[in-house]
């Protein structure tokens, strides 16, 4: 979730265990043996040290747990959970040597292929590993407007920035929140309106409400909003403008994939995210407002709004000296 | 359809009316929507002047209003269209990001994903947008060869061309071969012949008749062999053969995309011809007769190919002057 | 299968007419038309004499002939047959172009590409060229482990190395051993290693058993191993290791990859072996012992092994020299 904070890291997990503490045991896991598995393949000390393989981690054994038919405490599920997870710097290392041409980051696709993977090996009928059961809509649903509840609609913002971990209690949600607010008030509002996004796009798009009130139109919309709004393009008007649409857009794109994974008896995870928030890297502009920060420098939006204005700043002064010198 | 050209533009547009107002006019709206939204993204001038911008926008829009169940004159339908169109420059300033690491244009890429997108992320079951119904073929056609109509096939030739705009008129395909003679004889000769092997090869694979005869298996054919015959490679007879083949390849692939995309009730679009074109453009060769253009020089056949010979020339008496130096 | 010696190629061609005299005869007539297209479009000289074009080439014409639901000395298979394979270095020469950017091979992805292209564009309902049906699962397959044979599960070894051609007779995987012995031990001992990794797999996954003993579980392992295992990295410890975490995760992602292709009525076929392949290729790492070779220097596993310590003695004497002139 982009949040480089110990404080709010711990934040965050303490709302996992609020929802779910086998869950939340999963996760932990999943993030140990996903940075054990870092070190044993010398992966860079410091991109292990600042979370980087551990993030795509929690969410494999947290994903795994939450879509097992199996329900709670089903142990034998650390099996494939302990080797997803140490396969994940495996993944993140291969796709940042793709992704790297384009200067771009990896996000959670590790996680999205990782839990996808795991899930369509095993399936609905597995013995061991059975997944709940995904169908593709076949009917109609019967939607009256007399029947939205505003409320739920409310109640599903904090719900959708949850849902980035698979967690539906508002109250997580409300956590998630404030750990976010600690890290980057910035990333805060970000979400927030990335969730309120998600909210729209579902109800223009005819969908049932419960899938909207269950925050599954938002979580991608969160996670696209933070990123392309001042997390990895620096934080500008246009930017942010830029960050909305990319909700929008991911909203639309998440209806789409969720419909194309259900086929195989999938969850869209954060597909959409991941594939929605690079399309919006990738577009290259004549406008100087839009500036993309070197993957290196990324922090969070508030020092990189920062460093971005000393360098605009920088080449303003230079921009004089040679006037002056000319 | 690679016409750069104002008056062949016109007609092609009066084709469109001929065939259906209202899918003219939801074509009309893509284009220009996308080419407003271009000019917000502040993309490269001379490309949105080109059209390059509109004409995804106006697939976009057109193919919207042909897939839509919901039939002609839904003018709620005008929302994802604009919305759509808007997303086209954001998707292809991205594609045209990958792309250009290997010197590959979009081609419709951006139309086939922003269609798709939408009409899966609606569907055939969805309340405000619902789809035409497209399923995968469970059961083996009834083909007896007595009841083959060979008038119809050659009929299918320009119905296919006028496919590549979804209008299965044969008056509109034969407006567009009129139009692509007066933009280019070679691209409308190749026109042709693409349509001819997309005939040929529905035959082939056993497909229904009908198929053929609504030009389902041409238009992709159609645009693979204008690309690679003089388009975006200079025109020899190696590459006019080359040209026919990826004709022939992309009428294959086209059944292939076909039923794939039929699992999740999509119609193939154009990715036949995207994905075929950009396997012939890819290919390496010792053989110098297989010259594929810069993408900045890329205009029309006929100018490639006096392009080329300039630079055949030059290039022999280059040759010639080291020789007599020597 | 990586064998670049004619006596062993002569001997798995000998396996081949054991199993199925009209798949070996598919497989020549695939192999010959490979060569001939390459020849034509004047693709590297020293590749083709190489078979790198052909090993694509036969793999199409058998596997076409293994999924054909009309059965043996079905005579116009051979059209399809010669089509795909002058498509095949088509599809290579484009692969190749993407691939080398980041030095990778493009392994048999040409094959699975063509393959599946011929097997959807038909499918299990065509008329002439009618596929052998695949299915999604759709219930728990009963399991007890009383009815496991433990003599058919070692038995499953060889003919999981058979697999690699679409062959089920353990004779035919014992004589490709033979081969594979003659070329290089190492490859050898890595494609046994693979093929029992794929049997443990299939246990751990709850697979059918008779899936395990027909060997759908190891042939993609077996090509994973032996690629990972001192062809495309210098055998040391800690490839060797990398090899056997990649013939696990091979056998993983081939139950994933078989459960989405049977959507579309497809087999695995190499895929998963391809896709392990090339990201346990794509990691980058600080470790020293983890040294993948540049593509123009790969031969086999001995060869390779003793270039890269001659060129870590070198390394070492510059080292020293510059110890000692310092």
Redesign the interface.
Known sequence: MFVNNPLSGLIIFAGLILQNPWWALNGFVGTMFATISALI????RGAIAAGLYGYNGILVGLLMAVFSEKGDWYWWLL?PNV?MSM?CP??S??????NS??GLPVFTLPFNILV???M????H??????QVLIKP?????N?TWSDVNVGMLFRAVPVGIGQVYGCDNPWTGGIFIVALFISSPVTCLHAIIGSASGVLSGL???SPFQNIYDGLWSYNSVLACIAIGGMFYALTWQTHLLAV?CA??CA??G??IG??MS??GLPACTWPFCLSA??????????KAIFRLELANVTYPEENLKNYKKMRKLERMDLKDIQISG
Chains 1, 2, 3 share one sequence.
Request: charged share 5%.
């Open positions: 393949l010398q992966q860079n099996f080797f396969a495996i993944v290392s291969a796709l940042a040597s793709i041409k384009w996808c993977l795991h369509v090996a095993t399936g009928y597995n013995r061991y590993f059975p809509i076949a009917s109609t649903p939607l223009a798009l005819a649409a929008f857009f639309y794109l209806a789409a419909n194309v086929v195989f690079l399309t919006f890297l990738l577009i290259t502009t004549d406008a």
